[in-house]
């Protein structure tokens, strides 16, 4: 299974999250339309993952692993609420899967440090497969799919995008 919308192009991680959250995130992100980087929800991640991620992060190519504790080959996805917590748990599925095809099989955890929760995520390769050939057809689309409006719209940095 290819992790490559085109030759130079990686699915990454942060694709497989907007999946869950909306589609038409996928599309955006995909073409490198980036939300506002000020955005405050996305000023709040990166100030929670200076104080809980590691470091140096272990990465490959299209993802960025925010924790990774080597006692017990578990992979650590740090957020800063459980709201996107399905999202969180693919983006981690996505992780695992990633790092087993060069050889390193891991556990996985959510941690939602604001409220102590953790949340264990196993590898579930058909369900990336799945994932990674949702974004594929997405990402590839010529026009973004059709905007829908969910729970997640008020508080979306994209929000002036599809709604302003």
Known sequence: MSIYLKQDVVITGTLIWYLKVCPREVWYMARHVTP????RRLEKGR?????????????????KIDAYK???????????SSRHLESAMAQTNYYLFRLK???????GQVFVPEKDERYIV????????????E?????TSEVPPQRVRIRFCKKCAYKDLCWG
Not at 36 to 39: I, L, M, R, T
């Open 36 to 39: 506002f980087e000020g955005h």
């Open 47 to 63: 100030a929670i993952h200076k104080i809980y991620g590691d470091e140096i992060p272990l990465s490959l190519e299209g993802m």
């Open 70 to 80: 080597k006692e017990n080959r578990t992979v650590v996805e740090i957020k800063s």
């Open 101 to 107: 095809e060069v050889g390193l099989e891991c556990e």
């Open 122 to 133: 196993r590898l579930d390769e058909d369900q990336v497969k799945k994932d990674l050939e």
């Open 135 to 139: 974004v594929r057809r997405i990402a």
